[in-house]
């Protein structure tokens, strides 16, 4: 047997259904309970600026008539560069953009290349939102009224907020909980290490340890943790936001990278694993353990950590 496991060592838990149920209901009211205490006062302020910059790209462009004329001074303004984007609608993400232009959006390759500016403009422009904007519909493109100019802008504001909020609260909650499983490690005796690639066993953390984000495998982990009897345990911290986002956050990744560091490492070394909070479906769990993913819990890390302890004996 190879050095990095000890004999007996204990497999991770596989829940029931009826504990698996228990724990969704749980990670549910946690989840219902942030949400409603999220301040109002966040969306505004993103409200606020996303309405300054659209109202600044009116004026600059003569309510967008004029949009390809400044096109490599407006796409060397990141903020004015956020308000193009959401003109297409639906919105064009940053990468999506530099892949369609054949492009790039830095300022200094924008101003050393007038040509690839415009081309950034007119892919814009052909997913240009003609409900928001429909003075500029092709072929009859005329004044915006004031109703329209105010509605436009009105819209893609709320748009932008929305979007950025979302994404803030993502990141927020993701190392919240990453922070939280770092912590309850601390606390069993466990010492963090600096972070490292992981293409073998011999490169993981000791027993007794664990590092920040790093490649295992070639495959992103957030905490790999040495576990005490020589395994290694990547853990996954998935946040969701409801049943239809969970197979994209735990089977489309998670449990695809359970298979995968399985497959490389070897069944009997590595203990794929997954620390979950807000709503997820009982199909998409089930599917996920199937698959050899460990699942923990964000509200209850309490479990998590005695089997940890029990891999010591």
């Known amino acids: 047997m190879s050095a990095r496991r000890k004999e007996e060592a204990p497999e991770p838990p596989r829940w029931d259904e009826a504990r698996l149920t228990a724990d969704l209901e749980a990670a549910r009211a946690d989840f219902r309970t942030a949400r409603m205490k999220e301040p109002l006062e966040a969306y505004l302020e993103e409200f606020e600026n996303a309405r300054d910059a659209f109202d600044e790209l009116m004026e600059e462009t003569v309510d967008l008539t004029r949009l390809a004329d400044k096109a490599a001074e407006l796409l060397t303004d990141p903020k004015k560069v956020d308000a193009i984007r959401y003109l297409a609608g639906p919105p064009i993400s940053a990468d999506d953009l530099k892949t369609l232009a054949e492009a790039s959006l830095a300022p200094k390759r924008i101003e050393a290349d007038p040509e690839m500016a415009q081309r950034i403009i007119q892919t814009v422009l052909l997913g240009l939102d003609r409900r928001r904007f429909p003075w500029l519909e092709p072929g ?74 790093c490649l295992v495998a070639g495959r992103k982990a957030d905490i790999p943790v040495g576990l005490w009897d020589n395994r290694l345990m990547p853990v996954e911290c998935k946040v969701s936001n409801s049943e239809t986002n969970s197979i994209k956050r735990l089977n489309n990744d998670a449990a695809v990278k359970a298979v995968e560091w399985t497959k490389a490492l070897g069944q009997a070394q590595v203990v794929p694993t997954a620390v979950l909070s807000g709503v997820y479906s009982l199909k998409s769990l089930t599917y996920a353990q199937e698959r050899g993913l460990a699942l923990f819990w964000a509200h209850d890390l309490s479990r998590m950590m005695e089997w940890i302890q029990a891999t010591k004996a």
């Not at 436009?152 to 979007?163: E, I």
């Not at 690639?197 to 011999?202: D, F, H, R």
Request: aromatic share 2%; glycine share 4%.
């Open 140 to 213: 009859n493109i005329r004044d915006a009224t004031e109703t329209e100019r105010a509605s436009a802008v009105l819209a893609s504001s709320a748009l932008v907020a929305t979007q950025r909020l979302a994404t803030a609260r993502r990141h927020e909650e993701k190392t919240k909980q990453e922070d939280m499983v770092k912590q309850a490690l601390k606390e069993i005796g466990f010492v963090e290490v600096p972070t490292r690639e992981i293409q073998t066993l011999a490169d993981a953390p000791n027993p007794g340890e664990f590092c920040g984000e």
